[in-house]
């Protein structure tokens, strides 16, 4: 007799085909039964699906939980949105070499600090317990902890560099034929060990946190193509996945680069999965132009295996003062992101430099009037930079005047300009914005000027939040379902305090669910067997001897909530610092990890995070997968 018997589920198995009601068994981690009025003994757990869905644990496929997975490997982020497998080391970050403390240098604190905005006596700490020294000790390592899901780790490229070059020597000069080489070995042996891939990256946005370093990106950025092609070359022969992200600001590079996806080319496709598909506000012509190059990737003329990621939901995201992990592409606020976040004096010694606020007005008011290129860009939704600069863009979420709360920084600035045309009369909303215009220059003159005022006021206790993409729901919804992506981009533990996308999975479901079942079983498709097929792993399907990590979801639940009206700040003393995160109560109400019940009825069973539930997920050609239950995609 089954352990656990779920009765009555509208039951989707992961393949894409239309789902059925059904009972499904669960008996010693596996899937042991699908079909009507199956049998319970006496001592079965029987769960009554009635009008609910159960599916397979989803994939999260763009993670940056590596360090979380040292201090909270449970990740209780993760699975309480039903999510049962993630990826990790993307982006080239990772601690696949333990800590790679040498001469000095710290490059676990280095990478992340600004990358996942930690406190970086959290990451010094963590640091210290990363005693491994290579990648099948970082895999025995995973093995040991008491996981919450499934990991599937990805080889970083940074780290890469580091371990064979050292940090400075990987930001500061090109690698010998030698040391590509060794790299080359290294990514062959993760590789043989069972890495479903390999990770790089070239975003503006990622900067080095320590001094010398802090002007300098992390190293992946400072690999020539030859080395790519060397080491994209071993993921290729194994069939494994490249996940990489664009040159943003340089088109001719990003296809040059890319183009190491195609079978034409270089004798094999290489699946590649690129960051990321997004419908900017500032560039309206960034989603056209990712769909364009895939196409041709994807074409039978160059025989490529290409996806780009897109978010299910909006880009939104929050600031503290002038810190945010988008900052860092222009340099005026990268000069102030630079700093440490307790470091007020040295960001008020920059904000009253004559010549920073010189800088920082041009980069302002560009394109805001006059005729140029510039300003027609703007007009046309095409500017080189993604974040925005439209007071009408910017919603205060803190700040020591309570009435601005839940205002644009539009409305205050508009008051103030009444205020002082009225030489003070009226405008002000209150006898404490009376007093805090008083301190502004006189005539303000234009909102550079107000922001640059409220930055030395303030500081970081002006918290404001801005939708940066993806605020076009049929736009979403077309990017989720288009043949040329993958669900991903969550970017789950990675800004903590910035951003929370680990909702990412829930909100395809309910995008899904506006279209009626079929549509829901495509999405659950593109959640689950489809990821899973892409990184080669044994998850996504469910089907008799399948491994059991499954979700319940109740679809009237999911049909209420209303995911932007559920964002939170929470407090995570592991972290020592505040976290957004965004929890639906009631969607998912069971999650089950390897025949074990995690989470039921918004709350984690006792022993969650205290005993294994999830495991290592490698390749599934690797020859440790053949000793556990895999999945296969059947037909519909």
């Given amino acids: 007799m089954p352990d656990t018997l779920y009765r009555n589920a509208l039951f989707f198995d992961g393949t894409g085909c239309d789902p059925i009601i059904s009972d499904i068994a669960v008996s010693h981690g596996i899937i042991s039964a699908i079909g009507a009025d199956l049998p319970a003994g006496a001592e079965t757990r029987v769960v009554d699906c009635t009008g609910l869905w159960l599916m ?77 020294t290579d990648s099948q000790g970082y895999l025995d390592h995973l093995g040991a902890l008491p996981l919450g899901p499934n990991v599937v780790p990805l080889m970083p490229h940074s780290m890469l560099r580091i371990e064979v070059m050292g940090l400075h020597g990987s930001i500061s000069r090109r690698p010998t034929r030698r040391e590509r080489a060794r790299m080359e070995g290294l990514v062959d042996a993760a590789m043989a060990q069972g890495y479903p891939g390999f990770s790089t990256d070239a975003l503006p946005f990622h900067f080095l946190a320590n001094d010398p370093h802090k002007n300098r990106r992390i190293p992946t950025q400072y690999a020539g193509f030859r080395e790519l092609r060397q080491l994209t070359g071993v993921v290729r022969r194994y069939g494994r996945v490249w996940q990489a992200t664009p040159p943003k600001d340089n088109f001719i590079d990003a296809v040059r680069s890319f183009l190491l996806t195609s079978g034409r080319l270089f004798g094999r496709p290489l699946r590649t999965t690129v960051l990321a598909v997004l419908d900017l506000q500032t560039n309206r012509s960034a989603v056209a132009l990712c769909l364009m190059l895939s196409a041709i990737l994807n074409s039978r003329f160059l025989d490529g295996y290409f996806r780009f990621q897109a978010l299910s939901g909006t880009f939104r995201l929050w600031s503290d003062g002038a810190i945010n992990p988008l900052a860092d592409e222009i340099p005026e606020l990268r000069a102030l992101n630079e700093l440490e976040p307790e470091d007020r004096a040295g960001r008020a010694h920059i904000l009253n430099d004559p010549e920073w606020i010189a800088s920082f007005r041009h980069m302002w008011l560009k394109g805001r009037t006059g005729c140029s290129i510039a300003r027609l860009r703007r007009l046309l939704r095409q500017e080189e930079t993604v974040l925005t600069r439209r007071l009408s863009d910017m919603i205060v979420a803190a700040a020591p005047l309570d009435n601005w709360y839940g205002e644009t920084l539009r409305a205050p600035y508009r008051r103030l300009l009444r205020w002082q045309a009225h030489r003070g009369r009226r405008g002000a909303a209150s006898a404490d914005e009376d007093a805090f215009f008083r301190t502004f220059p006189n005539p303000v003159g234009d909102d550079a000027t107000f922001i640059i ?58 995008i899904a669910q506006q279209d009626g079942l079929g549509k829901v079983a495509v999405g659950v498709h593109r959640l689950t067997g489809l990821p899973a097929a892409f990184f080669n792993i044994n998850a996504g399907v469910l089907h008799t001897g399948a491994r059991a990590d499954l979700c319940v979801i109740d679809p009237d639940a999911l049909r209420r909530w209303e995911p932007e009206a559920t964002y939170e700040f929470i407090y995570r003393t592991q972290f020592g610092c505040r976290q957004v995160v965004n929890r639906p109560v009631g969607v998912v109400r069971e999650v089950m990890i390897a025949g074990r019940t995690a989470w039921k009825d918004d709350t984690y069973v006792a022993s969650y995070g205290q005993i294994p539930f999830g495991r290592v997920l490698r390749a599934k050609d690797h020859p440790d997968e053949h000793a556990h239950p895999g999945a296969h995609a059947a037909a519909c």
């Fill in 453 to 510: 005022h409220l930055l030395r006021q303030w500081d970081t206790d002006l918290r404001w939040e801005t939708t940066i993409a993806n605020r076009n729901p049929a736009r979403v919804k077309e990017l989720l379902f288009h043949p040329q992506t993958l669900p991903g981009f969550n970017d789950s533990g990675a800004h903590l305090a910035n951003m929370g996308f680990y909702d990412g999975n829930l909100r395809l479901l309910k």
């Fill in 56 to 132: 397979p644990g989803l994939l999260d496929i763009h993670t940056h939980l590596d360090l979380e997975l040292e201090v909270a490997p449970e990740l209780p982020e993760v699975v309480r949105h039903g999510t049962t497998s993630v990826v990790i080391g993307n982006c080239s970050l990772g601690v696949t070499f333990g800590n790679q403390r040498r001469d000095g240098e710290d490059p676990i604190v280095d990478c992340f600090a600004r990358v996942e905005n930690m406190p970086k006596s959290v990451l010094r700490k963590v640091a210290d317990t990363c005693s491994w």
